[in-house]
């Protein structure tokens, strides 16, 4: 782990714990909808070819192998704080991708050096979302597109309500069936809720330097997509 706060050490320390059970969670807790998410993420990217990608919040690598699966391969560099997530990612390589432990708010890279920086599931949890979107904007060339996939609320009252109740009282019972953390899986919620809504992370998005910012929402408002260029 690279990152230097506390906050940083807190959240990679965590996913280091949930890294055995991450992949299989995900699965079960989103009937399987991650992966068209992420899909979806990677078809927005649109990585052309001898294009460079970075993945920040890599995890295990699921954004990143979709990605190197889509554009030439070897291209795409796998950015995380939790080694244990990368360790995984590694076991699981697909693609010939780079790893990279270290901070998504203080990128180990140039200005300017990728067409693409994607982050799945990610941003949720910087402990400063503004600087790790403008850490984003400053790796990319111009012109270059970032695409941040996240988890959401629904903006429908009623299936807000369903939603929160299903993350906040059977997430945490079905991570401990699974043989994974209760704490993280009930963060999760809390770290879903305490999260801006999408036209603020849009407005965070233009803060930080991106045009064309725009917003998707997937399955009832469960999954946005944010895209900024460079
Ligand atoms: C929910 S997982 C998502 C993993 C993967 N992107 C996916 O699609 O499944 C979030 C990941 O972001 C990483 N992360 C959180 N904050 C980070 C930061 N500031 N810099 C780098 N990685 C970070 C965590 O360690 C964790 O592996």
Known sequence: MTG??????????????IAHRYD?????????????WRRRAVAIATLGPGERALDV??????????LAAAGPSGRV?????????????????R???????????ALPFSDGVFSCVTAGFAVRNFADLARGLSEMR???????RAVVLELAVPPNAALRALHL????????????????????????????EAFPDPDQV???????????????????GVATIHVGEA
């Open 24 to 36: 299989l969670l995900n699965r079960v807790l989103s009937f399987g909808l991650d992966m068209s």
């Open 138 to 144: 400053r790796v990319l060339r111009p012109g270059g």
């Open 202 to 220: 849009a407005a965070a998005m233009r803060d930080a330097g991106f045009a064309d910012v725009r917003y998707e929402r997937l399955t009832f």
């Open 57 to 66: 919040g890599a995890g295990t690598g699921d954004l990143s192998f979709a």
């Open 95 to 105: 693609s010939p991708i780079g790893l990279v432990a270290g901070s998504a708010e």
């Open 77 to 93: 560099v796998a950015l995380d704080l939790a080694v244990k997530m990368l360790v995984r990612a590694r076991a699981r390589a």
């Open 165 to 192: 109740f299903y993350l906040r009282r059977l997430s945490p019972l079905v991570a401990a069936a699974l043989g994974s953390s209760v704490d993280a899986y009930r963060y999760l919620p809390a770290s879903i």
């Open 4 to 17: 230097s706060n506390e906050h940083d050490r807190r959240i990679a320390a965590m996913f280091d714990r």
